[in-house]
Every structure is written in structure tokens, then in C-alpha cells.
């Protein structure tokens, strides 16, 4: 691991050292603006020749560019509306820095027919954000690792109900590309039938070499244990049940793969140790998605409300220099006290879960990643390949893997229940401390349950 790693600091360098070339050379060579010129965002995807121009998307061998048998036409879509392609010169203006560039659609049109008209988006364009990491073609899973069962490079879903409209992916980072590691995240995300849903997600711990089994065993039991035992909109989860049930899963995992005589919590941590953040989402009779999460680890929840992100969870802990640190204290381990975080999301509001492969860049929202996330979030649910593509963003020293669900409420009301029959009730098990977090204009409690 060790010398892969070194090989890949080597590979940034180099890709460094060639974008900087690249975008020196183009900025002498050309104007803004320039048909079949760069268009570039910092660290864009222009850097070897514009939309139409010899080289396409960053590199030789683009879109068709030298006009001898077929002209290509790159159209930038509208935020609503069915992408039509049209015929035209070559495309959009420029993107000014920092924005995220309009999506597109190329159509390659033979000379001497009548063109045609094309839906949908041919191909997708890398995005970058500031410099980015080296482009490497992904390797198959290595055999250290164990290659069955079959574990997906990337893992995209998304669907709406009556009540919620939920996108998620998972994806290998950059460095598991290039040195034959598996994805080490992994999630879940589950409609009852009630109108519950449920959202699991796991960031397998770096240092454990089966840590992409845990991830997987601990994500799938939380859906089962949940429709199992809480499946009612509004039935209470017994969280610390709930945590510990995962945690035993998971040294269960670790002894049918490591073939141990008896479960071994410490051989599980060495091998198979991930985090665990996991939300209930109900809905109401205000049309909000009633929310409580609950995480194990440094994987994330967050509420984006008018652009802004507000942590709830997770993140790295810091010492007291201040300085992150990159420790992770995951299952099996359980902390002594298990206590959810509520909130209420509103039809307009994203509720957000993610591991540190997002939250690390992300930071407190305001850079190039805030931005990002913010165009593709803020108008309303994305495809769900343009939200997986949109993770899939390059930057320089992000090389981890990404897992990301967002959840919108759809506005629909739950039906009002029968009122219940009066009845006495004289005591109250369970303190709890709020903390006010404003959402939307208003504030809403963070409520702590202590049990």
C-alpha cells in the first residue's frame, strides 16, 4: 500500500505539472471566447481544446472537431424541458470561474443529411474543480482484497414517493482506481410501505482490508432491522438496540470471512472496522419530512437550506491546535450513549448524509465544492446520473471514496389520523436537550433523546 501510494503522489505531480503547461500554453495561444477554443472553468475540462475544437472535453480524441465527414453540435440545455439538440455553430460561451458549466448535448451530424433531432445527453463532461487529480483508467478489484462477492465501482439510485424524492451514489475514489482497492463505502435507501424511509450509509475504515464487507453487512441490516421492528411512520427505533444489533452483525461478518472459532470484536475492528450514519424520515401532516439520524464515526449529516449548509453530525474531530485529525473510531465499537439528532425538513430543503470523502471537501460549504453541490441540489432533485457524475468532480488531493443520498420532501401532507382517546399519563421516561438550528428562515429544535 504503501509503495502504490507513493506511486500515485508521483502521478498527481506529474498531472500537475501538465495541467499547469496545458492552460499556460492555451491562455498564450488563444482569446476568450474563441470559437473552437478553450472554454475552461479553473481547473476545467477545456484544458486541451474547446467544445468543437481538436481534443474536445481536455484531451486528443474529443468530439469531432476536423469537420470532414461530420460537424458536432454542442447545445447547452435548460434547467427544465427536454434536451433537443439543434443544429448551429459550436457552442455555449465561455463559463465565467467558479461556475459550474450549463449541461450539454452533442449531436454529430453527417454532411449532406438533414439533421435530425436528439434527446438526451451523449456524453457526459467530467467536472473539476480547481486543479485537478490525475485521470486514471480504473483497475478491477485486487485479489488481496478478496474480488467475490462482486463489488461495483459505482453504486447510483434515486426515486420519489408520495412524500420524499431521494438520490444517492457511491463511488470509488480516485487512489481505490488506480491501486486495485474496492469501494469501501457503501448505502442503503429504502421506502416502507408505511411512507418511512430509511437511509444507510457507510464509509468502510481505510486501515481494514475487508472493511467494504462491513460496510455492505452494516447498511443492509439497518434496512431490515428497521422494517422489522419500526416500520410505522412514527414508531419509536430504539437506537441503542439498533447500534448494537449493527456492531454484532459485523463481527459476525468478520468471523465467516477471517474463519474464526469464535467471534473476535478485535480481529473485526483490525479488518472489517466503518462507520454508520443512519436516518428516519416520516412524513406529516405539515407536508415537512420528520427526521432522526444517528451516526457512528466521522461520515456526515447535513441540512442545505438557501444555499447554506448546516452541519448536524459527524465530521473529523479536532485536538487542540485545532488540526483535523484522520482517526476514525467506528463500529463495532458503540459509544456509551446512543442519542439521535431530530430535525424537520421542509419542501424546498435538501436533508443530506455523506461519508468524509464529501464532507472533507466540502469543508464549511463556502469553496468550489459548496458551489458545485449547490448547483446541482438547490434547484430540486437532478437526474440521478447527473448527481453521481457531479460527485465524481476531480480535485487535487481528494482522491477518497464518495458517497452522498440527498432526500427533498415533496410538500404532500400525510392524512390527519383519528384523534386519540384521552388518557392519563404519569410519568415520562427519557430527558432531552435541544439546540436551536435555523432552517429555511426559521428555527427548528435539534433534539438530543437521553436516554
Not at 485537478?132 to 439510485?157: G, K, M, N, Q
Request: charged fraction near 15%; aromatic fraction near 6%.
Amino acid at each position: 500500500m504503501g509503495e502504490s501510494r507513493h506511486a500515485w503522489e508521483n502521478l498527481k505531480n506529474s498531472a500537475r505539472e501538465l495541467f499547469g503547461a496545458a492552460q499556460r500554453d492555451l491562455d498564450a495561444s488563444t482569446g476568450p471566447g474563441t470559437q473552437g477554443g478553450p472554454q475552461q472553468v479553473p481547473g476545467g475540462y477545456g484544458a486541451f481544446g474547446g467544445h468543437g475544437g481538436p481534443g474536445g472535453y481536455g484531451g486528443p480524441g474529443g468530439y469531432a472537431g476536423d469537420g470532414s465527414h461530420e460537424t458536432t453540435v454542442i447545445v447547452p440545455t435548460a434547467a427544465a424541458g427536454p434536451r433537443v439538440a439543434q443544429p448551429g455553430p459550436s457552442g455555449p460561451a465561455p463559463s465565467a470561474p467558479g461556475q459550474v458549466p450549463p449541461p450539454q448535448t452533442a449531436v454529430r451530424v453527417p454532411q449532406g443529411a438533414p439533421p435530425a433531432p436528439v434527446q438526451g445527453t451523449i456524453r457526459i463532461a467530467p467536472v473539476v474543480v480547481g486543479t485537478p487529480s490525475p485521470t486514471v483508467e480504473p483497475v478491477p478489484t485486487d485479489a488481496r482484497f478478496r474480488t467475490l462477492p462482486f463489488r461495483p465501482d459505482t453504486v447510483v439510485d434515486g426515486w420519489s414517493s408520495e412524500f420524499a424524492c431521494v438520490r444517492g451514489a457511491s463511488l470509488r475514489g480516485q487512489f481505490h482506481r488506480y491501486n486495485g482497492a474496492p469501494r469501501q463505502d457503501d448505502m442503503a435507501l429504502h421506502r416502507l410501505p408505511s411512507g418511512r424511509v430509511v437511509i444507510a450509509v457507510a464509509d468502510g475504515v481505510s486501515s481494514a482490508r475487508f472493511s467494504h464487507f462491513g460496510s455492505t453487512a452494516v447498511v443492509r441490516f439497518v434496512a431490515q432491522w428497521i422494517a422489522a421492528r419500526a416500520a410505522e411512520v412514527g414508531a419509536p427505533v430504539d437506537w441503542t438496540a439498533l447500534v448494537k444489533g449493527a456492531a454484532w452483525v459485523l463481527v459476525e461478518q468478520a468471523q465467516a470471512i477471517l474463519g474464526g472459532d469464535a467471534p473476535d470484536p478485535a480481529a473485526t475492528e483490525k479488518n472489517l472496522a466503518t462507520t454508520l450514519v443512519v436516518a428516519v424520515l416520516d412524513p406529516t401532516e405539515t407536508g415537512e419530512l420528520a427526521v432522526q439520524v444517528y451516526g457512528v464515526g466521522d461520515s456526515c449529516a447535513w441540512v442545505l437550506a438557501d444555499g447554506t449548509f448546516h452541519p448536524l453530525l459527524g465530521g473529523k474531530a479536532a485536538d487542540a491546535a485545532g488540526l483535523s485529525s484522520s482517526a476514525v473510531s467506528g463500529l463495532p465499537r458503540v459509544p456509551d450513549t446512543v442519542a439521535p439528532v431530530t430535525t424537520r425538513i421542509p419542501a424546498g430543503v435538501a436533508f443530506l448524509v455523506g461519508t468524509d470523502g464529501i464532507g472533507d471537501p466540502l469543508g464549511a460549504g463556502t469553496g468550489g465544492v459548496g458551489d458545485l453541490l449547490r448547483a446541482v441540489l438547490c434547484p430540486g432533485p437532478p437526474s440521478q446520473l447527473e448527481f453521481a457524475n457531479a460527485l465524481d468532480f476531480s480535485r487535487e488531493t481528494f482522491d477518497d471514496d464518495r458517497t452522498l443520498v440527498a432526500v427533498w420532501s415533496t410538500g404532500e401532507s400525510l392524512p390527519p389520523s383519528p384523534a386519540p382517546q384521552a388518557q392519563q399519563t404519569d410519568s415520562h421516561n427519557g430527558a432531552e436537550s435541544t439546540a436551536v438550528v435555523e432552517v429555511d428562515g426559521r428555527e427548528t429544535g435539534d433534539t438530543r433523546e437521553q436516554g
